[in-house]
């Protein structure tokens, strides 16, 4: 007999979101199994025999996708708009499955963004205490001192708190704009954290690009171009993110 597993942890398998939303789902009362509400997080079901509905429609189990893709500027990191604004899905062409955003990236941040309808893998690689690896490219107003970087590397004082340690290093500097490129790899994952490290040392950002993702790196991926990734990159996406949590507990 198959072993009874949460429900939060079936939803997210099934696609249907990623954890922390499926959570949310349950306790506002918006699941069922076998025709009954349940709005406790410790509830569990078995997917293969039990019948469960969210927002009254049953789950089904999909092809689990994990896509790449190079974010163009300008778009909304989010599954539908009401604006009219371009989302990334519109980049999506012959997916028929509905993938979400594995973190996000800003309407003026463009690069590297990951898809999926696993979310657990989503949960895993987003959670705060697996600090995943992310590095961007940086083009900010003006030259920062080296002192001023330092205080990126140690970590700098925002409104929600102090900032984790991150690597700094000059990639080039342009006297004529008066301004630098620089590569910075962050391991959280707060609002607009990149940009708001610059302005906090007075530095703000004219163009940002994610480029590396945990061991994923953009390389030559055409701008609003997608590509799938291989098995042995979500292991290598999910054993590092797993042992990045093993050392910090």
Partial sequence: ?????????????????????????????????????????????????????????????????????????????????????????????????????????DYDTEGLLLLTNDGEFANLLTHPSHHVPKTYLATVKGVPHGSELEKLQRGIKLKDGMTAPAEVEYQDVDPEKKQATITITIYEGRNRQVRRMFEAISHPVIRLKRVRFGELHLENLQRGKFRHLTPKEVKELTDKALKTHKIQK
Avoid at 13 to 33: D, F, P
Avoid at 54 to 80: C, D, W
Avoid at 81 to 96: A, E, N, W, Y
């Fill in 1 to 105: 007999m198959k072993a009874l597993e949460r429900l939060q942890k079936i939803l997210a398998q099934a696609g249907v979101a990623s954890r922390r939303k499926c959570e949310e789902l349950i306790t506002s009362g918006q699941v069922e199994v076998n025709g009954e509400t349940v709005s406790t997080l410790g509830a569990k079901a078995d997917p293969a025999v039990d019948v469960i509905t969210v927002k009254g429609r049953p789950i089904k189990s999909e092809n689990k996708l994990y896509v790449m893709l190079n974010k163009p500027k300008g778009v909304i990191t989010s599954a539908s708009d009401p604006q009219g604004r371009k989302i990334v899905s519109d980049f999506l062409h012959g997916i028929k499955e509905r993938l979400y955003p594995v973190g996000r990236l």
